[in-house]
């Protein structure tokens, strides 16, 4: 093609594409649209559900997700969004989500993902990204510092505490040096308290062939370390390779935590790789009562937190930690000729060579941002609170009649109606539909020993005492249109 041909293109491709790098004037009204949208969001959450059940389902609203060649008006999009996304179904920016482990959204966080998209800066090399690479870095020392790692660490963020999970996993395997022709004989160790992405973990990094020992429980879902003792002392002598133990620092269904520090012991002096799941309690170390519960903790081989859950960021943030960097770096090892430079120019060790992303969000700064803004001191009492909201919530739900779970170890507790006859199981089944359908809480459920019971999950940074009040009125006007005698008797702590 001639010379002018290509130049008459590139001419016309550069018009066409314009409108991808607004100028001033249109970006400030994307801008304010977007903001504006955001404030009717925030300004309206006292009055909104935390769960919406209607209000999804017709066909043709979803051909507005479709791209089309021209482009649409903001306002139309954001009139979508409002009315498709941020309409239906659970409300985890509402301070009524009590279901499941609930996420964060702090808005200093939505800023620092703004700035972080619009700089785009490259945090996965730090020769292409020194400082952002440094940000993160620093969050992983101070997380580590919290665990109570001391030197010699690392660690990185991940998208979650699954991904989180597997890069732990994935590391002790390497580390253990587990080849594939040991894997039938090689154990790990869990509870049936470990999260569903421990499981998946050990399957996508073919550790699911292993022996895999559910390790008994005390009577409060805690793992038993006596019970963990004799399983791997009997399989070592049946012949096999104990190298692993997952315990949990806040079990999602019950928020247990396990007893890391006999936990650590036994592995130590067995010689296994001791991972500790906190995604959802760790971030309670910077309680006191978190700290106590959670001692030995900085005796594991590796551990999860999730910014996301304890540190009410926005969705699509984990962390994992090692204790020995070299091990994570060993694991996440890569050649590649066209990043010799990268490598030559580093100071420090960079996101690509610590966790299996190379080209990923720059998650540092919805996490610096928001801790360095509002300083550690509210997001203490943030976590304090929830502590308390769990054990008020528990004493209340006991004076109303419910047979409920010990005194919670964290923010996660768990309880439930036992009517004088019929299947309790069913009338718990409707009374979660009751609150599901009231909407303005979310309530989720489990089974534990066999018995379905509700679960209350204290996490968002929204959900105060208020919250709280309004569960039980719903709980008490339930139970009262199912026909109970509601004797509410003064709480007994
Ligand atoms: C204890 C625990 N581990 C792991 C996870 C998985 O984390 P994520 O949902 O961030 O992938 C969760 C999620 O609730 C959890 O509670």
């Known amino acids: 093609m001639p010379l002018n041909e290509i130049e008459r293109r590139l001419h016309a491709c550069e018009a066409a594409s314009r409108p991808l790098d607004p100028q001033m004037a249109d970006r400030n009204q994307l801008v304010k649209a977007v903001t504006s949208y955001a404030d009717d969001f925030l300004n309206g959450l006292p009055g909104r559900k935390a769960y919406e059940a209607s209000g999804y389902g017709a066909e043709e609203a979803d051909a507005a997700l479709v791209p089309e060649e021209s482009g649409t008006d903001i306002h139309a999009l954001l009139e979508f969004l409002g009315q498709r996304v941020d309409g239906p179904g659970l409300n985890p920016a509402s301070g009524g989500h009590l279901g499941y482990i609930p996420g964060g959204g702090l808005p200093a966080a939505a800023l620092g993902d703004y700035l972080a998209a619009v700089t785009n800066r490259y945090a996965g090399v730090f020769f292409a990204g020194p400082g952002a690479v440094r940000m993160e870095n620093a969050m992983v ?13 690392g660690g990185s963020l991940a998208s979650g505490g699954s991904m989180a999970n597997l890069t732990a996993i994935a590391t002790a395997r390497n580390a253990m040096g587990i080849k594939g022709r040991q894997l039938e004989q090689s154990v790990v160790y869990s509870s049936q308290q470990a999260h569903h992405s421990v499981p998946k973990a050990l399957r996508l990094t073919g550790l699911g062939e292993c022996v895999l020992r559910q390790v008994p429980l005390d009577d409060r879902f805690r793992m038993d370390p006596a019970a963990l003792r004799q399983q791997v002392q009997a399989d070592k002598e ?3 390779h104990p190298f692993l133990v997952v315990a949990n620092a806040g079990s999602t269904d019950t928020g247990a935590v396990d007893p890391l520090g006999s936990i650590a012991d036994i592995a130590a002096e067995q010689g296994l790789w001791l991972h500790v799941d906190a ?11 978190g700290r106590r519960i959670m001692q ?12 996301h859950k304890g540190l009410f960021l926005p969705y699509g ?21 066209y990043m010799q430079d990268a490598r030559e120019q580093s100071l420090e060790h960079s996101p690509a060579e610590l966790s299996p992303e190379l080209s990923k969000h720059f998650r540092g700064l919805r996490m610096w941002l928001p801790l360095k803004l509002h300083g550690l001191a509210p997001f203490r009492a943030c976590l304090e609170e929830k502590l308390w909201l769990a054990r008020y919530f528990r004493l209340r739900a006991q004076a109303m009649g419910f047979e409920t779970g010990p005194d919670p170890e964290l923010s996660v507790t768990y309880f439930r109606f036992v009517p004088h006859g019929g299947d309790a199981d069913a009338f718990n089944q409707t009374l979660l539909q009751g609150v599901q359908r009231d909407g303005r809480i979310f309530l989720s459920s489990t089974v534990l020993n066999g018995k379905f019971v509700l679960r209350f999950a204290a996490l968002a940074f929204r959900t105060h005492r208020h919250e709280v009040e309004v569960l039980l009125d719903v709980l008490r006007s339930l139970l009262k249109a199912q026909g109970m005698e509601i004797q509410e008797r003064a709480p007994t702590a």
């Open 141 to 153: 020392h101070w997380a580590g510092g919290l665990v109570g790692y001391e030197k010699g660490f």
């Open 238 to 240: 049946a012949g096999l």
């Open 279 to 289: 995604a959802y309690g760790g971030f309670f170390l910077l309680t006191g009562h």
């Open 296 to 307: 030995g903790i900085h005796r594991a081989d590796s551990v999860v937190l999730d910014p």
């Open 317 to 337: 943030t984990g962390m994992v930690l090692v204790k020995d960097i070299n091990h994570l770096l060993r694991a996440n090892r890569y050649e590649a000729n």
